[in-house]
């Protein structure tokens, strides 16, 4: 038997024991059918863009929220993988509107999602730091829901969205939910089958399930953050792929897109899928060597900040609606609560993409390299290592063109034509002088943005050890 033979075996025996726990846990919940058509007809009803602009008027409407950390747009189906990684959210996608051409604010957690959910980029935030916190100040999603009426709840498995962080504001429970599977019975990490995952993102459907069962009759706005993309979970079921670092990527896409086709069919049974907004996204994500190094939260090239974004509907469009307008992550909440009717996010630098969606329902496509304003990503590439000062390096869009921008080394300042080459590979530093004068510019300006709503005050904490040693085993190099 070879290495790799012998190491498939006692996952095989894992994933039966899995297999078994799961099916188990299903029949006595009662949520989920085991035999289920792959063609069973779509309960929804068939609806129009007239319907998604009257949105607004539903009193009955709940927000699912779904972030599946470190997923990157392009190795979705849907956004063009030639593989089969995403069957259910291709699915999604195909009855609901997609967004094309999606930028993140960073590619590490924690400076993403605090510009995810407030609308501020990074510079504004100023959540850029290992020991920075969300303000206490900072309006919040849920907080709005919350005052809305709708019961709040946010379930998640990294540790850089914890409640010290500032990212329970509004949550009525918020919770890392215990693993529901014995010691010897965890998925394990396929490039590194020494570690056995503490849980995965099946826990997450687990409390999911009980919390809509406590609150179906009444109106919700509950978060799931997925993590098992993040640590490469390895269930033998999905893994099609192969084995390399990239391979096992895809396989670990293949295993969250199954569990979200059981998250998806569970409010179904629930009798909730005709009147659910579900919102999906990403906060970044991963590289394999596009531009040196793997993994993320080191620099913000596309592979690391381009991530999808999906709407879905308590109805079917028929077609779906894509739209090409280049979005941001800090336009999300402006567009969803702009599509609900709720309060906006105050001074927020992200906004409503809903004229967009109009447009494209309409097939006014905005021409190739023509889009409304600039987009921002930023990362601090000193983030970990507090005893050295900020080294921020900054992304720029603006049509065409994408800067990159190190604010300690402006020498090392690159320019990429997006339409010409996406993947960010040919400097044209040299060749358009006039462009990368002008978006240098725009970064200096935006590392000048002006404080947040909540005014100058950037609280931090000191990280315990504990807590710590939790982000270390995510794979981050905190010091
Ligand atoms: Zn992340």
């Known amino acids: 038997m070879n290495k790799s033979e012998e190491r498939d075996r006692p996952r095989r025996r894992l994933f039966a024991r899995l297999a078994a726990l799961v099916a188990l846990a299903l029949i006595a919940t009662g949520l989920i059918r085991l035999a289920i058509d792959a063609d069973e007809r779509d309960p929804r009803p068939r609806g129009t863009l007239e319907d998604v602009l009257a949105l607004r008027e539903r009193s009955d409407l709940n927000v699912l929220f779904v972030l599946v950390d470190t997923l990157r ?19 999604l996608a195909a009855s609901g509107v997609r967004f094309a051409n999606q930028v993140s604010q960073s590619s590490w957690t924690k400076c993403s999602m605090a510009s995810l959910w407030t609308g501020l980029y990074p510079a504004r935030t ?7 916190v969300v303000s206490p100040e900072a309006r919040m999603p849920a907080e709005i829901f919350r005052e809305a009426g709708f019961r709040t709840a946010g379930i998640w498995r990294n540790g850089w969205i914890d409640p010290n962080f500032g990212f329970s504001q509004g949550f009525e429970v918020y919770l890392s939910p215990r693993s529901q599977r014995r010691r010897d019975n965890r998925l394990q990490r396929i490039d590194n089958p020494n570690i056995t995952l503490d849980g995965d993102d099946g826990d997450i459907l687990f409390s999911a399930f ?10 919700w706005f509950l978060y799931l953050h997925m993590m098992d ?12 792929f192969g084995n390399s670092y990239s391979d096992s990527y895809d396989n670990s896409i293949r295993w969250v897109d199954s569990v979200l086709g059981h998250l ?6 629930f009798g909730l899928r005709e009147n659910t907004l579900i919102v999906f996204s990403s906060d970044h994500g991963e590289a394999f060597g596009e531009h040196g190094g793997e993994g993320h939260a080191r620099n913000v090239y596309g592979e690391v900040t381009e991530t999808p974004w999906i709407l879905s509907f308590p109805f079917q469009l028929d077609p779906g609606i894509v739209v090409e307008a280049r979005s941001e992550n800090v336009d999300l909440w402006p567009t969803v609560l702009d599509m609900l009717g709720l309060p906006a996010l105050p001074d927020a630098d992200g906004r409503s993409m809903l004229p967009e969606i109009v447009a494209a329902a309409r097939g006014e496509t905005p021409a190739e390299g023509e889009d409304a304003g600039l987009a921002f990503a930023q990362i601090d590439q000193t983030w970990g290592r507090t005893r050295e000062g900020p080294r921020p390096m900054v992304a720029v869009n603006e049509g065409r063109w994408r800067l990159m921008f190190r604010a300690g080394s402006p020498e090392r300042t690159e320019l990429y034509d997006k339409l010409e080459d996406p993947r960010e590979q040919h400097n044209l530093v040299q060749q358009e002088p006039e462009v990368t004068e002008r978006l240098k510019e725009r970064a200096v300006g935006y590392l000048k943005s002006p404080p947040p709503p909540w005014g100058e005050d950037t609280p931090s ?7 710590m040693n939790q982000l270390r085993a995510l794979g981050y190099g905190v010091q």
């Open 73 to 91: 747009a392009e190795r979705l189906g849907v956004y063009g993988y030639e593989r089969d990684t995403s069957p259910n959210l291709d699915a």
């Open 126 to 132: 100023r959540v850029t730091r290992s020991p920075d």
């Open 210 to 219: 009980e919390f809509l069962r406590a609150h179906r009759y009444e109106r």
């Open 229 to 240: 993309v993040h640590q490469y979970a390895y269930s033998e079921e999905t893994a099609l």
């Open 264 to 269: 998806f069919r569970g409010l179904e049974e």
């Open 461 to 467: 904490i000191e990280i315990d050890e504990l807590q």
